[in-house]
């Protein structure tokens, strides 16, 4: 059974610093394409960044680059979200996702294109 937790989220700061982690189980994690989205109240669910296995491409919305990294640890089955110079709209419950296999377009896959979603992890950004 293919499971997602991930942990990491809490209360920063503006301008402050979070490490979400996404730790995988039930799957071969050599090749994947996992994925963060995240959610504010009263509003829809949004991808923040992908990463694929298979070539190592990374994929980000334009409301985090340059301020959000995603990496992999294959070793331990776990995918980080590095997110600095946080700003009060980034706070949202922040969600992995996974799909086994790999994405070689250049746009980051739709939401739908996931198959395994985690629980999700709440992030608060305070002014």
């Known amino acids: 059974e293919v499971q997602l937790v991930e942990s990491g989220g809490g209360l920063v700061q503006v301008g402050g610093s979070l490490r979400l982690s996404c730790a995988a189980s039930?799957?071969?994690?050599?090749?994947?394409?996992i994925g963060w989205f995240r959610q504010a109240p009263g509003k829809e669910r949004e991808g923040v960044s992908c990463?694929?296995?298979?070539?190592?491409?990374?994929y980000y919305a334009d409301s985090v680059k340059g301020r959000f990294t995603i990496s992999s640890d294959n070793a331990k089955n776990t995918v980080y979200l590095e997110m600095n110079i946080l700003k009060p709209d980034d706070t949202a419950v922040y969600y992995c996702?996974?799909?086994?296999?790999?994405?070689?377009?250049?746009?980051?896959?739709?939401?739908?294109?996931?198959?395994?979603w985690g629980q999700g992890t709440q992030v608060n950004v305070s002014s």
């Open positions: 039930g799957f071969t994690f050599d090749d994947y394409v």
């Open positions: 990463i694929s296995s298979s070539d190592g491409l990374t």
């Open positions: 996702a996974a799909r086994l296999g790999n994405w070689h377009f250049d746009f980051a896959p739709p939401e739908s294109w996931y198959d395994y």
